[in-house]
């Protein structure tokens, strides 16, 4: 098991549901000021976490609504705090689903080390949006694109018959500590991002496996096509008081939900409150989706220091599954 090293919880504060649009001035209501670097753009450093709650696609009894009223928000919170009490690990969008379904018991999805708890995981924010989709309007994945599901069919047929440990390369990026994915959009779990600024570059460091991606902000192009990179190319560039950044150049071993070396991110940071960064990602792989597809997730500023999360030097689990594969290939014999 990896040890945790965050060594604080992030409190859960109710946030607004109404997204501040892109192109809103520096001054918001209440007279809050957007803080400016030296250089007079907007400050974003610190450290920030992505520990909302709202699902990352519009649950289909939401169809055609953007919200929640406040009412069924309120039956969602009182539903998760039931299942919280219960101290099991809930990942991804699994207890929204789990609140929102009214369910009384819930079992893990982690079913490699069994031992995960709520302890391991902050508290969660709650607001009144369906989903961390803002595009396609419907707040779904597009549809696969032409092919890819044959393709995903073809990989499952040629790995049948194989363990899913018979050597160390066939687990995942993830349970090898060598990547976990660019962009990481998973809520309450080592999802702090820490922001550096300075004239010409950013540096965002993320908590998962302590990745950084150093971003230029000086007008250079992307490197050549034949570099590829799990966390690709980044170019930066400031519209106003929104810093974008352009990523291409991704591994093809990168696999962001099944995405390929065509993939291409689009992302956009605003800061829009003292404690509140919104972050918007524009994902396109036209081999992968028939569309491009947009989410807005609101980083929280924590106030906190963001320490290493030494997953590989601490990866126990890694030896411990390939001796259990063979433990159990010799039970079979």
């Known amino acids: ?43 974003i450093q610190g ?33 998760a705090q039931k299942l919280l009490d219960g101290g099991d690990a809930f990942f ?11 369910k009384g018991k819930f079992t893990s999805s982690d079913t490699q080390t069994g031992n995960y708890d709520q302890t391991w995981l902050s508290e969660r924010v709650f607001d009144n949006r369906t989903s961390l989709i803002t595009d396609p309007p419907d707040g779904r994945l597009p549809a696969p694109a032409p092919g890819f599901t044959e393709r995903a069919q073809a990989r499952v047929a040629a790995a049948r018959g194989r363990g899913p440990a018979d050597r160390a390369q066939d687990l995942n990026l993830s349970t090898r500590c060598v990547h976990f994915g660019t962009p990481n959009l998973t809520p309450g779990y080592q999802s702090y991002f820490s922001f550096s600024q300075g004239p010409d570059a950013v540096v965002m460091r993320m ?6 991606r150093v971003i230029p902000l000086d007008g250079r ?9 799990y966390q690709g190319d980044s170019r930066g560039r ?19 939900r099944g995405s390929t070396a065509g993939l291409h991110l689009v992302e956009k940071f605003r800061r ?33 220091e963001m320490f ?18 063979r433990a159990q290939e010799a039970a079979r014999r």
């Open 207 to 212: 908590e998962m496996i302590h990745d950084a």
């Open 238 to 256: 400031w519209e106003g008081d929104t810093l974008v950044v352009d990523t291409t150049n991704f591994s093809s071993q990168a696999n962001f």
């Open 221 to 229: 192009p992307h490197v050549s096509a034949a570099i590829r990179q």
């Open 1 to 43: 098991m990896r040890i945790m090293s965050r060594t604080g919880i992030v409190a859960g504060v109710a946030v607004v549901g109404i997204v501040v649009q892109l192109g809103a001035q520096s001054s918001a209501p209440g007279g809050w000021t957007v803080p400016r670097t030296p250089e007079g753009r907007p400050d």
């Open 47 to 79: 450290v920030w976490a992505n520990n909302t709650i709202t699902p990352l696609e519009r649950p289909k009894q939401f169809a055609g609504r953007a919200t929640m009223t406040d009412a069924e928000l309120a039956v969602v919170k009182a539903n």
């Open 272 to 304: 829009v409150a003292e404690d509140t960064l919104e972050y918007y990602v524009t994902v396109d792989d036209p081999t992968v989706w028939s569309r491009p597809w947009t989410a807005m997730i609101p980083l929280k500023r924590t106030g906190e």
């Open 92 to 102: 991804f969008d699994e207890l929204f689903t789990a609140a929102l379904e009214g």
């Open 308 to 325: 290493e999360y030494a997953c590989h030097e601490g990866n126990y689990g890694l030896p411990a599954i390939l001796r259990g594969a």
